[in-house]
């Protein structure tokens, strides 16, 4: 939630202010909160994101289903959350107005364009009347002018048509926003250029725009809503620093742990929203070992990526839960096949195609339980985008110390979201030790021996000696012969599951985020959750409440004192985007008396709700 704005004499401070960009999808609302964000990071603020985009293609103009929202949280003090509710929001036509209005805070402020506010677009909106001249924003500021009007007025001399000069629109509204909030346009100006290269009239056409919303800022004499508020650089340690969103942290993650290992690293992917960064991003890594294939289906992709890694490369592939669900047999035939692969679910609203671009975490159970017969394998849960980069480490440790598959955990919220993020020291990570059999052992060569780790050996095809045979079938202990006796699969079960649970050696218990390790409450979250459960956490123990905050990132195996942590707490609560899938979870592995607190509408919890949780379960 943002904090009030506060008069001086030059202009309005903040500690924090929440904005959100709202049009059609042809609007460029995108494009223009990722600007804006760029502006926020060269200014110095910390900031978090979320993208709120359509769920298809391209819905029709002017609908309400077809909108597109940017919502930016920047502040001078620690950012964890893209905003309970915004200060300003900028609607682009009237279903951006009907669609995001109720998430206005009183007295915020509404930049509408009237140009945009006729008949037609009133219909498609289901307004009956004209709501900037109706009296019903009347709990609001409001700013309503021609911005089309405007736009072409502004990029005239360039000799655009109306439909392309209208397209122009985003960069006006930019160019306000930019003035409102004092920040520099020359890197906005230099991206123009860059990107219109080989369009100069495009580019200074949009510059001008961007330069006409600036200067209304300035000259317009408009008295009350239009203001210019500062918000102070947020205090940071000495670093290099670039704005990151989950699906690059992604890739930069998988390559950093690739080069750890020492391994080349295949990617094997195919299209799905919003999973599909992954792959554009990792592409463009060519020379950092990485081989990039864009497979014809979902089942493709992740053999081609078992494949390489029976090769003796980094498997890696990816996709959200309707491919996840495809990729299942090919799962257990890695799990079987015991070889080394990073599975990344960049998780969204289902059942079936769902809510491709609304976020959820239901997911969890299929990362957990999601394949035929007794198929372990452990599973890593990001936070934060800027979290993701050392959990896509962590998958890639797990994979090659313990030869097994790995699903690393996301959602469409980190993936797409965007924050600061301090390029680490890679002299602080330590490699990870990869060791391929090229010796035949005395005594002969067994597929299936196993070490202290019960991992077996990684062989390359092709070493002198060393000729062995994988496939999905049940194999022997040992000699990796096909072997579907019941004794023999008993035996094998009970061996790959040991492995899996053997990760819990290698992970650290599991440390109280916020608070104490007893108390009367535990909030417990994992995944995404994170920022809203921190920010509510720490307001209610500055209010004197005996509440603390324990984030999971490893699902499977769990930290071993989880169990023991979470019963030193009266009551613990877990907030989480489905119907209470890591509630039963706890409940089944430690039997503490997990209560859930579920959001199952695609979009993230906000700091009020999981504060008013806290109240009722303190309330008792």
């Not at 959100?20 to 042809?26: H, I, L, N």
């Not at 202290?452 to 040992?478: F, S, Y």
């Not at 500055?542 to 324990?550: F, L, M, N, T, V």
Request: with cysteine; hydrophobic share 40%.
């Amino acid at each position: 939630m943002a904090t009030a704005l506060k008069e001086t004499s030059r202009a309005q401070s903040a500690e924090r202010i929440v904005v959100r960009f709202a049009g059609d999808s042809g609007d460029g609302m995108q494009l223009t909160g990722g600007q804006f964000t760029l502006s926020s990071a060269m200014a110095g603020n910390d900031f978090a994101t979320f993208p709120d985009f359509p769920a298809e293609i391209r819905a029709p103009q002017g609908t309400l289903f077809g909108v597109s929202a940017f919502q930016i949280n920047f502040g001078s003090t620690a950012v964890e959350t893209a905003g309970d509710r915004p200060d300003v929001l900028v609607a682009m036509n009237p279903a951006a107005l009907k669609t995001n209005v109720g998430s206005l805070r009183e007295g915020g402020l509404i930049i509408a364009d009237t140009g945009e506010f006729g008949k037609r677009n009133l219909d498609k909106a289901k307004y009956e009347t004209n709501p900037l001249e109706d009296g019903s924003l009347a709990p609001y500021d409001l700013l309503a002018f021609d911005i089309s009007a405007l736009t072409l007025e502004a990029v005239k001399p360039f000799g655009l048509g109306n439909k392309e000069a209208l397209r122009s629109k985003n960069m006006w509204t930019l160019g306000l926003a930019l003035w409102m909030f004092d920040r520099d346009r020359q890197p906005i100006v230099d991206w123009l250029h860059a990107k219109f290269a080989k369009k100069p009239d495009i580019a200074e056409a949009n510059i001008a725009a961007l330069n006409a919303g600036h200067a209304y800022g300035e000259t317009a004499e408009i008295s009350g809503p239009l203001k210019q508020h500062r918000v102070d650089p947020a205090p940071a340690e000495p670093g290099l620093y670039r704005t990151v969103n989950g699906a690059e942290a992604v890739a930069l993650g998988l390559v950093a742990g690739a080069q750890l290992a020492g391994l080349p690293m295949f990617f094997g992917g195919y299209p799905i929203t919003p999973a599909s960064a992954i792959l554009h991003h990792l592409s463009r890594l060519k020379e950092f070992g990485v081989t990039t294939f864009q497979a014809e289906d979902e089942i493709a992709a992740i053999c081609s990526a078992i494949g390489a890694s029976y090769a003796g490369q980094l498997g890696v592939t990816s996709s959200s839960g309707p491919g996840i669900a495809l990729k299942g047999e090919a799962m257990g035939l890695a799990i079987m096949t015991e070889l080394p692969l990073v599975i990344v679910n960049s998780q969204r609203g289902g059942p079936s195609t769902g809510l491709p671009t609304k976020t959820e975490q239901s997911d969890l159970y299929q990362a957990v339980f999601g394949r035929n017969g007794d198929a372990p394998m452990p599973v890593v849960a990001a936070r934060s985008p800027v979290d993701v980069f050392d959990c896509a480490i962590e998958a890639v440790r797990i994979a090659v110390e313990y030869m097994t598959p790995v699903m690393l955990l996301t959602d469409g919220y980190i993936a797409n979201a965007a924050e600061p993020w301090k390029v680490p020291d890679m002299n602080g990570y330590a490699p990870f030790e990869v060791r391929f059999l090229e010796d035949v052992p005395e005594g002969g060569f067994q597929p299936y021996a196993r070490d202290d780790k019960l991992k077996r050996p990684w062989v390359k095809p092709g070493t002198p000696g060393l000729m062995h045979r994988i496939g999905g079938i049940e194999k022997a202990a040992g000699s990796g012969h096909i072997d579907y006796s019941p004794e023999n699969h008993a035996q094998m079960t009970a061996i790959r599951a040991a492995k899996v649970d053997g990760v819990q050696n290698s992970i650290p218990d599991q440390e109280v985020t916020l608070g104490e390790p007893v108390g009367k409450l535990a909030m417990v979250g994992w995944g995404s959750t994170f920022g809203p459960i921190h920010q509510a956490v720490r307001r209610m123990r500055r209010d004197g409440h005996d509440a603390s905050h324990i984030h999971i990132r490893h699902i499977w195996p769990m930290p071993r004192n989880l169990g023991d942590l979470l019963k030193g707490y009266d009551r613990v609560i877990v907030p989480e985007m489905n119907t209470g899938q890591l509630k039963t979870l706890l409940r089944d592995q430690f039997l503490v008396d997990a209560k859930p607190l579920n959001k199952i509408t695609g979009q993230p919890f906000t700091i009020a709700e999981i504060e008013l949780a806290i109240e009722d379960a303190l309330a008792g």
